[in-house]
């Protein structure tokens, strides 16, 4: 007997020949406690988090998905999902229970005529780009190559080309999910439309999405990418410049404002290394002769500490964040707010907050909405944050556990003082660890929270599936 944890957080002896039986079925494997792979298995990006699942089900087939769903209901086991597990809640993982292991699904299949791609979930960004851009085409994802598809699609998901063609679940066309039954459903615009509302924006909570399919928009192959480090001690009149920028900016052009230390690393002197910044970062979608022209403003506002701008490879861009958030290594807390507006006090609040931080690897995110994004209606889909000035990502990052509390800390801090300016909103993907339950998926689901409930009350009747 192995001993399981269940959805009521019990324990429960499950029958070894049970196991096997899953085990002997499966197209992938299973992976426990003893095995060479556990350690490897249960570790995910964030290095807070050590959790030590019974039993993990490394899927390679949707069948496979189908099986470890009907096991784990027929045992009401506590079940995870995971993608690439970079959920910074550690929501990939838990103690005790039954994960779904989607990481080595990775099939991508493009049509370059119709202009649409699917994927499977454990497919990341840099390798969809890879396959989309082959073809000179992309849909809007993440700023970090290595983030899942599937957690970043079903939370929303903000990238560069979000003001052109909106989230990664606005450009979702259809997906296959195995239900809590056990049933493998096609979702689109005609079939099962509750739940594919409810997919675009609502989470990981109504089943498990096996085939992601998207539309593709020609992209690049170069684009021209504003990266321009200025100092922070002017930080106060360059958000208000940048707030008249982006108030006029078009559609090709996507922005966020980082408010941060100089990374000690090569590719910055010496002598800035830990110098408040103020990071402009955007992408031009056209000719990137054009961009260089457009975003020439942001960076002739002050002499940069360090201009890094210039014309490159999508793929590149894609990357150019990837060495700050190692999976593992470092220690994470992110949490979020949406702002009505970007007034002259909440520039100065967060310029306030961020010298504050305890960590220099800390940043406050600044990420502008507008264009094709905000041009969705806020019940077209579950995500229901559409008129926001902004999204602010409150990223406490650290290396010592001995900080955790002064980081951690710090984080909540800054989303209490941020309360004034704020919409009462929050981003599904940055949510802290979800320590306020329900209180954060009222923030994160906005005035979709009743619908999306009752399309959960439907489809996961008994639980199933966490919805944090
Ligand atoms: C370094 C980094 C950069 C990021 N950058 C961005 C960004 O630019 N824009 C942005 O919008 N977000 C960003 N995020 C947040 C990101 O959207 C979330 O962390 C997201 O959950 C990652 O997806 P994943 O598949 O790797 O997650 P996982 O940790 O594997 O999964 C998270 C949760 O998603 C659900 N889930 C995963 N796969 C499935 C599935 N197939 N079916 C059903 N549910 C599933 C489950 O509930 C699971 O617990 C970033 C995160 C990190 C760590």
Partial sequence: MLEITTTRMQSRPVDEREIETLAAELDGYLVREGDAQYDS????????????????????????????VRFA????????????????????????????DLSEMKQIQVDAQARTARAQPGVNWGELDRATQAY?????????????????????????????YGL??????????????????????????????????GG???????????????????????????????ARELLRFYREFIASAPDEISSFAVL??????????????????????????????????????????AAPLVDLSSVMPFVEMQTLWDEEYPRGELRYYWRSTYLKTFSDE??????????????????LDLWAMGGAFSRVAPDATAFAHRDAAMNIGIEANWADTADDEANIG????????????STGGQYLNFPGFFEEGEAALRQAYGSNYDRIMAIKAKYDPYHLFPMK
């Avoid at 979702?187 to 739940?195: F, Y």
């Avoid at 909570?205 to 200025?230: K, M, N, Q, W």
């Fill in 73 to 100: 209901s027929a045992h009401t086991l506590r079940l995870s999902v995971r993608g690439s597990g970079h959920h910074v809640a550690g929501s990939a993982v838990n103690d005790g229970g039954l994960v779904i």
């Fill in 260 to 301: 941060a230390k100089i990374p000690a690393s090569e590719h910055f002197p010496a002598e800035h290394h830990g110098k408040p910044t103020l990071l402009f970062q955007a992408c031009y979608l056209g000719d990137p002769a054009e961009g260089e022209r457009l975003l020439q403003p942001l960076r002739d506002i």
């Fill in 136 to 164: 000179g085409l992309a849909t809007p994802g993440g700023v970090v190559s290595d983030t899942g598809i599937a957690g970043l699609t079903l939370g929303g998901g903000f990238g560069w080309l979000r003001n052109k």
């Fill in 168 to 201: 990664s679940s606005d450009n979702l066309i259809s997906a296959e999910i195995v239900t809590a039954d056990g049933r493998l459903l096609k979702t689109n615009e005609n079939e099962n439309a509750d739940l594919f509302w409810a997919l675009r924006g």
């Fill in 346 to 363: 909440a520039i100065d609040r967060l310029i306030a907050l961020i010298a504050e931080a305890p960590s220099a690897l800390t940043t």
């Fill in 204 to 234: 990981g909570a109504f089943g498990i999405v096996t085939s992601f399919e998207y539309r593709l928009h020609p992209v690049g192959p170069d684009v021209f990418t504003l990266f321009c480090f200025h100092d922070g001690s002017r």
């Fill in 41 to 68: 298995a249960r570790a995910v990006w964030n290095g807070m988090i050590d959790r030590r699942p019974a039993l993990i089900v490394r899927c390679h087939s949707p069948q496979d998905v189908q099986r470890a």
């Fill in 410 to 421: 710090w984080a909540r801090r800054v989303t209490q003082e941020l309360e004034p300016f």
